[in-house]
């Protein structure tokens, strides 16, 4: 069979109108503005209205990548939605989607990898096309994380936000879409964030309600350390394995979690910040449906072009990860075949690989270090920031008698 790759030709978002602001939250936990944005990044985040939901959201992102592609709902033979947050536990809200698409002949399921679930999506859907099972396929990254966040806790309420994302996927005999993937997990490390209640092994109850346990819970820096160290880790070795040359990747989109963990991921790469998306600010972490956001609004802002080598990188819960090197080429391309190639560009690719190779072992050296540096230097700051914090509450303690 010849060879066939699953080409991006749609793109939509959509998110509630309602805005959310640091200060609203300052309203509603004891948190603050200044907290929130040193330790984050984000500034707002939107939260749906009555009425909206997962679905909801979907479906206005799916028309949108619907109609850029000019696809008809009729013809997808696939529906995918990467989401934790979805309208009922049962059934999936892919069938209810394609229902209110209109897709009768398109499977539908719904892909649980948290805040990678996009990615896993992506990679899912291409196997699907480049196998020859199907020809078209939507892949929708949505979370309504708003009824799923505990909104009495300031360790998690202050992070999340709603949206959806989707895109259209069509089969192409050329090499574009999705050219090299990872798909992990490290399930032992699965208690980090999770829901503790309403599922099979704690059912509902009056207990789960009482103790607040069907709300997510999250062991933020443990996934912190997680985070840093994979998203550099897979980055690297997925960037390697496509083949690109490192300077050839025009921009990376990672899940929008945190600023300080793009920030310190993205500085073990050596990437420069004008090659690395982030609109986590306006957003808040909206889980899977993050990197969809972000590629959405890549495109739109004239960051992402065509014959453009994106990566994405999500991390989640799972814990989970998924990277991919993606060629954004929604048109089909005039057609040039390697072959064809003279002898002045064969040799410069084998040199952009030699590059690639360096770099390669560059950021294996500097994360190694970084990582080793700061497992020497964490216990003292814990042991330094206790100090100073018991010394306040003695003098404070010393002042109020
Ligand atoms: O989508 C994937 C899932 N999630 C993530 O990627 C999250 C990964 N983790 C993180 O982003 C960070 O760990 C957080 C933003 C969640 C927390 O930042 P941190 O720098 O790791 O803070 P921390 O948990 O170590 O807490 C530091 C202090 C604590 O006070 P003490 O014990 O030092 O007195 C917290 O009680 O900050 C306190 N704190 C807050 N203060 C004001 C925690 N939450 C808040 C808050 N406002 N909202």
């Known amino acids: 069979m010849a060879e066939r790759y699953a080409r991006i030709t749609g793109w939509g978002m959509y998110v509630p109108s309602r805005v959310l602001t640091n200060h609203d939250l300052e309203q509603m936990v004891d948190t603050s503005d200044e907290w929130i944005v040193t330790r984050t990044g984000i500034r707002e985040r939107r939260i749906v209205a009555e009425g909206e939901t997962t679905v909801t959201m979907s479906l206005a992102a799916s028309r949108q990548a619907l109609a850029q592609a000019r696809v008809l709902p009729a013809d997808l033979d696939l529906i995918i939605i990467a989401t934790s947050t979805p309208d009922y536990l049962c ?9 209110a698409l209109g ?5 539908a399921f719904d892909l649980v990898a948290g805040c990678s679930g996009f990615v896993y999506g992506l990679v899912t859907a291409s196997q699907f096309i480049q196998t020859g099972l199907y020809e078209r396929a939507l892949v929708v990254g949505a979370e309504t994380l708003s009824a799923g ?6 360790d998690t309420c202050i992070l999340f936000g709603d949206g959806a994302g989707a895109v259209v996927l069509q089969a192409s005999p050329y090499p574009t879409g999705i050219l090299a993937a990872e798909l992990g997990s490290d399930g032992a490390d699965w208690d980090a964030l999770m829901v503790p209640g309403g599922g099979c092994a704690n059912p509902f109850s009056q207990g789960v309600l009482e103790r607040r346990e069907h709300y997510l819970r999250m062991d933020g820096r443990r996934v912190f350390k997680f985070a840093t160290h994979i998203m550099s880790e897979s980055v690297r070795r997925v960037v390697s394995q496509s083949g690109v040359p490192w300077e050839e990747i025009e921009l990376v989109i990672p899940h929008q979690a945190n600023a300080r963990i793009i920030e310190l991921a993205m500085r073990r790469l050596g990437l420069p910040p004008e090659k690395v998306m982030v609109n986590l600010e306006r957003y808040g972490n909206t889980s899977a449906a993050s990197i969809a956001l972000a590629l959405c609004e890549a495109v739109e802002e004239g960051r992402l072009r065509p014959d453009d080598h994106v990566v994405l990188v999500g991390f989640g819960a799972g814990l989970t990860w998924a990277t991919a090197v993606v060629h954004w080429q929604p048109a089909e391309p005039e057609g040039i075949l390697v072959v064809d190639w003279p002898v002045r560009e064969r040799l410069a690719q084998q040199a952009a690989y030699l590059r690639t190779a360096a770099w390669n072992a560059r950021v294996a050296v500097s994360t190694r270090a970084s990582e080793a540096a700061m497992a020497v230097l964490l216990p003292f700051y814990t042991w330094s920031g206790r100090r100073r914090k018991k010394k306040t509450e003695r003098r404070t303690t010393t002042d109020s008698r």
């Open 103 to 107: 897709a009768r002949k398109a499977a």
């Open 149 to 154: 966040v505990d909104w009495t806790d300031r």
């Open 91 to 99: 059934p999936s809200a892919s069938s209810i989607l394609q229902h």
